[in-house]
């Protein structure tokens, strides 16, 4: 209800090119040619596109804590490759709060709906978020997350989260649910940093 309110209260706007109905038309969204393929450690990847332009803009007015682009990405992601359960990698207590959702929690509950797939949501964020942080201090940082108590875990899953810049926070997500008997699949993203390497850190 209250996300019906705000959208008539604040009707979405194109990030590229200002026309009203959606945070992305149909001309400035990412088509197929701009999807960008790549692995970590072995895992397939998948990004509607690079992480630059309009896809860029979009994305930081949802960080900031704008949700019109949730519809406009959770109906792009979609339609990416998927294989098992869709479970996203939930950001930081205090960063939930401060913008009023997680993003990636709220596009996985989304595609799940829109592409009629398993969700699960067994990953807790320990620490603070890694937004702002320098590239080295991204990469060293491990142990960001932990399994939530209780929460059965799927046999095989496809990761969401958002960007995937040092491809540090994926890999960690990755390995704590490896830990756990859980096989990752695949990785699906909104964008992805040009830098991100795609050699392993950790075995």
Request: with cysteine.
């Amino acid at each position: 209800m209250l996300d019906v309110v705000r959208a008539w209260l604040f009707p979405a706007v194109c990030a590229g090119c200002g026309r009203s109905g959606s945070a992305l038309c149909g001309g400035c969204a990412p088509g197929p040619a701009d999807a960008v393929r790549f692995a970590l450690d072995g895992v397939p990847a998948f990004a509607l596109g690079s992480y630059e332009g309009v896809l860029r803009r979009a994305v930081v007015a949802m960080k900031r804590g704008e949700r019109d682009p949730l519809a406009a990405f959770a109906t792009l992601l979609a339609a990416a490759p998927l294989d098992g359960t869709l479970v996203p990698l939930p950001t930081s207590r205090a960063r939930a709060a401060a913008r009023g959702f997680d993003q990636a929690v709220e596009l996985a509950r989304r595609v799940a709906r829109e592409r009629g797939v398993p969700l699960a949501e067994p990953l807790v964020k320990r620490g603070r978020a890694q937004e702002g942080g320098g590239r080295r201090a991204r990469l060293a940082a491990t142990g960001r997350f932990r399994i939530r108590a209780g929460v059965p875990l799927p046999a095989e899953v496809t990761l969401l989260d958002d960007v995937c810049t040092t491809g540090a926070t994926l890999r960690d997500a990755a390995w704590t649910l490896r830990a756990a008997g859980v096989v990752v699949r695949r990785i699906v993203v909104v964008a992805r940093s040009a830098g991100t390497p795609s050699s392993p850190r950790r075995s």
